[in-house]
């Protein structure tokens, strides 16, 4: 059982940069391939990105590939989301999500979830 809580999230100019934080209960993190996910005003939850267990594994979606960076530091049972050049398009809740095998790319693939972070940039 893994319980996820997202932290980083705010208001941002376009261009800007965030970080975004996801800290893990449990001692089975390192594990669990981790991912994020956002869900924009009227819109369907999307992918991201994801990192495999070890953290040697990323894949991007083309939106954010070049800007946005997932790390991970299985000692402090923490992912972490890079976001540099934001753009308006990226407002939207970002969620981090567990699963046991890497390479989900859809959201019902993943067993644990966080509860969201919101973050906006302004244009």
């Known amino acids: 059982q893994v319980q996820l809580v997202e932290s980083g999230g705010g208001l941002v100019q376009a261009g800007g940069s965030l970080r975004l934080s996801c800290a893990a209960s449990?001692?089975?993190?390192?594990?669990?391939?981790m991912a994020w996910f956002r869900q924009a005003p009227g819109k369907e939850r999307e992918f991201v990105t994801t990192?495999?267990?070890?953290?040697?594994?990323?894949y991007y979606a083309e939106s954010v590939k070049g800007r946005f960076t997932i790390s991970r530091d299985n000692a402090k049972n923490t992912v972490y989301l890079q976001m540099n050049s934001l753009k308006p398009e990226d407002t939207a809740v970002y969620y981090c999500?567990?699963?046991?095998?890497?390479?989900?790319?859809?959201?019902?693939?993943?067993?644990?979830w966080g509860q969201g972070t919101q973050v906006t940039v302004s244009s």
């Open positions: 999500a567990g699963h046991r095998f890497y390479g989900g790319l859809r959201e019902s693939e993943y067993a644990y």
């Open positions: 449990g001692r089975t993190f390192s594990s669990y391939a």
């Open positions: 990192i495999s267990s070890s953290g040697g594994m990323t």
